[in-house]
C-alpha cells in the first residue's frame, strides 16, 4: 500500500476501541491477506491469514468486549436484534463479527447471547475476476450448469461464489446478462447493510438477506423470475427441497456447501441424495493455489452429474 493512499478497511479500522486499533498500528499487518481477528475475553488478540496465525501482545478485557461490541451496534441493540440472535452481525462494508457466549432463551427460543466471551471479526474483500478461470467448469451449452462448490471453511467459497454471481449477472461470462436471486441467509455474500449490497453482486442480482435459504429461493422464485438462483451452505432437507423447486420451475443453482471430498458429501443427509440422484451437473471441489494474495484458488476436483472425474 502507497504511504499516501487510503488505509485498507478505513470504515472498520474506525470502529476498533483504542487498544486493539493501536496494537494494529503497532504491528506489521498484512490486511491485504487478514482474514479474521479473534477477541476472546482473557485471551491474547489472535489474527488469522492466509499465511496462518498470529498473536498480538494485547490480552483483551471483558469490559472491552461489551464496548467493542456497542461499537458495532452503534449503541442500538435493537436494530441489531435479529442478527445477534443468530450470532452475527453485518458491519458497513460487508464484514462479518460473529459472537458466542451464554446463550439467551424466552419460553425456549434462543434470543441471542450475554456475557459475550468470543467476538470473530471476518474481513471482507471482493476479488473482482477470481471466477474467471472457473467459467469454463460451470458453462455449457450457453446455459450455467446447476454447480456445487465445495471445500473445508476459509478455503474462499464465499468469495469464488460472489464473483461468479457478478461476473454473471454484468454478462462478463461469454453468457448475455443473467437476472440472478440470491439467497443470503448468513448476508455473507452481498453482504446486504439496509438491504442493499456492499460488495459487488452485479446490477441485476435480486437479494434476500437474513432470511432462511429455503423460504428465501421460493420467494425468489415466485417473486422475481430469476434465470439462476444462487445460495451458500445449502444441507438441510429445506434448502434442498428449495434446490429441487428451482429446477421443476426451469432455473439453475449455483450453491456451495462445507466438504473436503465427494465422499464427505455424499455422506450427509439430503445433500448426498441430491449428488447421487444427479441434480448437480458439476462438483467443483476447491483448494488454495499457490501462496498470494487472497483468494488463490484452484479446483482440488471437478465431477459430473455421474460422479466421474473430470478433472
Known amino acids: 500500500m502507497s504511504k499516501t493512499g487510503p488505509e485498507p478497511f478505513a470504515e472498520l479500522r474506525a470502529l476498533l476501541l483504542p487498544p486493539l486499533a493501536a496494537a494494529l498500528q503497532e504491528t506489521p499487518v498484512e490486511w491485504e491477506r487478514l482474514q479474521e481477528i479473534r477477541l476472546r475475553v482473557g485471551q491474547p488478540v489472535r489474527l488469522r491469514s492466509a499465511g496462518g496465525e498470529r498473536t498480538l501482545p494485547l490480552l483483551w478485557q471483558r469490559d472491552w468486549q461489551e464496548r467493542q461490541?456497542?461499537?458495532?451496534?452503534?449503541?442500538?441493540?435493537?436494530?441489531?436484534?435479529?442478527?445477534?440472535?443468530q450470532g452475527f452481525v453485518t458491519l458497513p462494508g460487508g464484514h462479518r463479527v460473529g459472537l458466542v457466549g451464554e446463550a439467551w432463551f424466552t419460553e425456549g427460543?434462543?434470543?441471542?447471547?450475554?456475557?459475550?466471551?468470543?467476538?470473530?471479526?471476518?474481513?471482507a474483500r471482493a476479488v473482482p475476476g477470481v471466477a474467471k478461470p472457473f467459467l469454463p467448469y460451470i458453462l455449457s451449452d450457453g446455459r450455467v450448469l446447476r454447480t456445487l462448490l465445495a471445500a473445508p471453511p476459509g478455503v474462499g467459497k464465499t468469495t469464488l461464489l460472489r464473483d461468479l454471481v457478478r461476473?454473471?449477472?454484468?454478462?462478463?461470462?461469454g453468457l448475455p446478462p443473467l437476472n440472478i436471486g440470491l439467497a443470503d441467509e448468513r448476508m455473507e455474500i452481498a453482504a446486504a447493510v439496509e438491504g442493499c449490497p456492499q460488495l459487488p453482486v452485479g446490477s441485476r442480482c435480486d437479494v434476500i438477506s437474513a432470511c432462511s435459504k429455503a423460504q428465501a429461493v421460493m420467494i425468489l422464485l415466485r417473486s422475481m423470475g430469476p434465470q439462476l438462483v444462487v445460495t451458500d451452505e445449502v444441507g438441510s432437507r429445506a434448502d434442498c427441497e428449495a434446490l429441487a423447486a428451482a429446477l421443476?420451475?426451469?432455473?439453475?443453482?449455483?450453491?456451495?456447501?462445507?466438504?473436503?471430498?465427494?465422499?464427505?458429501?455424499?455422506?450427509?443427509?439430503?445433500?448426498g441424495d441430491l449428488l447421487r440422484e444427479g441434480f448437480f451437473e458439476r462438483l467443483l471441489l476447491l483448494k488454495r493455489g499457490p501462496a498470494g494474495l487472497l483468494p488463490a484458488l484452484m479446483p482440488a476436483a471437478v465431477y459430473d452429474s455421474q460422479g466421474r472425474q473430470l478433472c
Not at 456497542?70 to 436494530?79: D, E, G, I, P
Not at 456475557?115 to 471476518?122: G, P, T, V
Not at 461476473?167 to 461470462?173: F, I
Not at 458429501?265 to 439430503?270: K, Q, S
Request: hydrophobic share 45%; proline share 2%.
Open 69 to 85: 461490541l456497542m461499537l458495532f451496534l452503534h449503541n442500538s441493540v435493537y436494530a441489531y436484534e435479529e442478527q445477534l440472535r
Open 109 to 123: 427460543e434462543l434470543r441471542g447471547f450475554k456475557h459475550i466471551a468470543s467476538l470473530n471479526i471476518r474481513l
Open 167 to 173: 461476473t454473471l449477472a454484468e454478462g462478463e461470462s
Open 248 to 271: 421443476n420451475a426451469g432455473v439453475s443453482v449455483l450453491a456451495s456447501a462445507h466438504g473436503g471430498s465427494r465422499e464427505e458429501l455424499l455422506a450427509r443427509p439430503w445433500l
